[in-house]
């Protein structure tokens, strides 16, 4: 399988995406990323039971936070896909990045060091 | 119940085993005494007295203690409604001896409904004492001639005592005991949540005979004679406390609209019937609500008029 | 514990409006337990704001500190004279905290970045409920555990009142009719007669009522043990 996916999409890997906090999807969205979104496996087959039903819950709150800043909410998302699903990997890759771009680039001031 | 407490007309014709015959009038929303006055002409000679709300539904009105003494200018008697969630304690001996100096003989005692019913949801609530210890507070006040402090009071307040009961709220089976503690409190009389639900409230009454308690005090079973069916299903929906039966309803739906405030009057007249055969009921409470000029009616077809007159 | 919410972002932006360089100080207590005050609430709660601040061109420099409490003066006394480095510093702490703050560093403004609602406990995971109302003369064994002061909407001693309607209050739909729980469970054990006749009158002096109150424990103030 030789399947592509966008180069501007930078992959943080976690044991499991009930690692991933809140504090991290905002940290990536104040570092000035564009969008952030959270795969993980098929609901239902985790193999910590629900950490990806708690990711989910965390990215229903960071969209919640976006929404009262005046963000996109749709800058933040979670996926469910199994490690066999190369392609729907690459499928969502691409469907993320052209949201994305859709949106625009991030509302965040660029130039702050803050 | 022989030597009266208060002397007040309501006291009078229960103590003389008359069939009760009580109104209610509420303040308006505003200092519009010409309104209030005209009311009371509805009501003059129609009933042995009159409940003047306080701020019913937590909604403000003019005070009901202002109301009541208005009422006792025009020759009718007041029943002075007193809420928990108004005033603390001192206001609430305050205003006793405020209504008691300006000619009130009776007075309701109440928990009141919530504030957040009404137009001031922010209000900070007060209950203080509740209804149960205002009962008390009052007999205190009578019969010993002091203040919850133990101080006394030169010329003691002799009210009539009175005390609401809703037979319809929950627990029900808990709902005489409650009773009992008010009478026991020092409730004279009792003035029932409107009834609609007549078979739970013979079942309720069978229990207060058995009981004994209405050999203690006067019970007086309310009635408010529906204008139409929407008023029925409004006070189901909305009113706390309200137990309204869907075939009385139906009834009301079963005539036509403009046909259907005369039935809510026939079957308020048919209560009335059988609340004066009914073992342990004294009378009953009229509540017209915003309906006072159909009272002299109402009262004619009850077979309640003349009301006695009692020196 | 004391529980709390979180004020809404839009405000807590408002009282910073004119900050570039702000503490948040969470607190390891009550609000740590409840989730509102602690490590991650003070972490996720500077990210937010600075994104507001990022996304209004206008960056606001946030510092974060969790103290072991806010409502002793020796883990106050930690944060030290740095505290006057900040334009401001918000407490993610109970009421207690912004006032032990201030009274300690009082050349700085500390605003309360919570609201503090009640004294309770977690009825379930995210779902804190009042329970105590703090009047300072507890009765709770005379009402089967339950206190009616905190849980009924009037405070009665004598109730329920006319509004209960298949133990919910009329409050609320959510809330539930605390005597009618009282009446039913001294019901069941026979001990009906414990809610017969008019209890005593309460006295509010222990509580708010009577002014602010102090607790002395005299052991302890001379430090001998």
């Known amino acids: 399988m030789r399947l592509s996916y966008p180069a501007d999409i930078k992959v943080i890997q976690v044991p499991c995406t009930g690692r991933v906090d809140i504090i991290h999807l905002l940290n990536a969205i104040e570092d000035g990323a564009d969008g952030v979104y959270v795969a993980g496996c098929l609901e239902g087959e985790c193999h910590y039971r629900e950490g990806n039903l708690k990711a989910r819950r965390k990215v229903t709150y960071v969209k919640k936070v976006l929404t009262d800043l005046g963000i996109e909410p749709e800058r933040v998302e979670m996926y469910n896909l199994s490690s066999a699903q190369g392609a729907r990997f690459a499928e969502i890759a691409n469907e993320m990045a052209e949201k994305i771009k859709t949106l625009g680039p991030t509302p965040l001031a660029k130039d702050s060091a803050a | ?311 | 514990m004391i529980v709390a919410d979180r004020k809404p972002i839009e405000e807590l932006l408002g009282m910073v409006e004119d900050c570039k360089k702000i503490l948040v100080v969470g607190c390891k207590g009550c609000v740590t337990v409840c989730n509102v005050g602690g490590l991650k609430e003070v972490e996720v709660l500077a990210a937010t704001m600075k994104i507001a601040r990022k996304k209004a061109g206008n960056p606001l420099e946030i510092a974060e500190h969790v103290l072991e409490r806010q409502c002793d003066r020796e883990y106050v006394s930690q944060l030290g004279e740095e505290v006057n480095d900040y334009d401001a510093v918000l407490s993610m702490a109970c009421g207690v905290g912004p006032q032990f703050l201030s009274e300690m560093y009082k050349e700085q403004s500390f605003f309360p970045a919570v609201n503090t609602t009640f004294f309770g406990g977690a009825t379930q995971h995210g779902v804190w409920e009042e329970r105590c109302a703090g009047c300072g003369t507890c009765g709770i064994h005379m009402f089967g555990g339950l206190c009616p002061i905190a849980r009924c909407a009037k405070s009665l001693l004598h109730g329920p009142c006319g509004g209960s309607s298949n133990g919910i209050c009329e409050v609320n739909k959510e809330t539930e009719c605390i005597w009618d729980s009282i009446v039913k469970k001294k019901m069941e054990a026979g001990q009906l007669e414990d809610l017969l006749g008019v209890k005593n009158f309460k006295s509010w002096k222990t509580a708010r009522d009577g002014g602010p109150r102090r607790s002395i424990r005299e052991e302890l103030v001379q430090g001998n043990i």
């Not at chain 2, 014709?13 to 069939?19: D, N």
């Not at chain 2, 089976?173 to 409730?187: Q, S």
């Not at chain 2, 509540?287 to 009301?307: D, F, Q, S, T």
């Open chain 2, 1 to 311: 119940m022989s030597e009266l407490k208060s002397g007040s007309n309501l006291e009078k014709v229960l103590a003389a085993g008359h069939f009760a015959f009580t109104g209610e009038c509420g303040p308006p929303k505003g200092a519009n005494v010409e309104h209030l006055v005209e009311k009371f002409q509805h009501l003059k000679g129609n009933v042995d007295c009159v409940n003047m709300t306080d701020n019913q539904t937590a909604v403000v009105r003019m005070s009901s203690m202002a109301g009541s003494a208005l009422m006792v200018n025009e020759g009718l008697e007041p029943n002075f409604q007193m809420v928990c969630r108004d005033r603390n304690r001192l206001a609430m001996m305050s205003d006793i001896l405020g209504a008691y100096a300006l000619g009130v003989r009776n007075m309701l005692c109440l928990s009141g409904d919530h504030q957040t019913f009404g137009n001031h949801p922010e209000a900070k609530n007060v209950h203080c004492i509740d209804s149960m210890q205002l009962i008390a507070m009052v007999k205190k006040m009578r019969d010993e001639g002091k203040f919850l402090n133990d101080e006394d009071i030169d010329v003691p307040p002799k009210m009539f005592i009175g005390a609401a009961c809703n037979p319809f709220a929950d627990p029900y089976e808990f709902r005489p005991y409650r009773l009992a503690n008010k009478i026991e409190a020092g409730a004279d009389f009792i003035q029932t949540q409107c009834i609609f639900n007549m078979e739970k409230f013979r079942d309720f009454m069978s229990k207060v005979v058995d009981m004994g308690l209405h050999e203690k005090c006067y019970i007086l079973a309310g009635v408010t004679p529906m204008k139409n069916a929407g008023m029925a299903n409004f006070m189901k929906k909305f009113v706390p406390g309200m137990d309204i039966p869907d075939e009385l309803i139906k009834r009301l739906k079963g005539v036509e609209k403009k046909d259907q405030a005369e039935e809510g009057i026939k079957f308020a007249l048919e209560q009335v019937e059988e609340f004066k055969e009914m073992e342990g009921v004294a009378g009953v409470h009229m509540m017209a609500i915003e309906w006072e000029h159909k009272v002299p009616e109402i009262a004619e077809r009850a077979g309640v008029l003349p009301r006695p007159v009692i020196d």
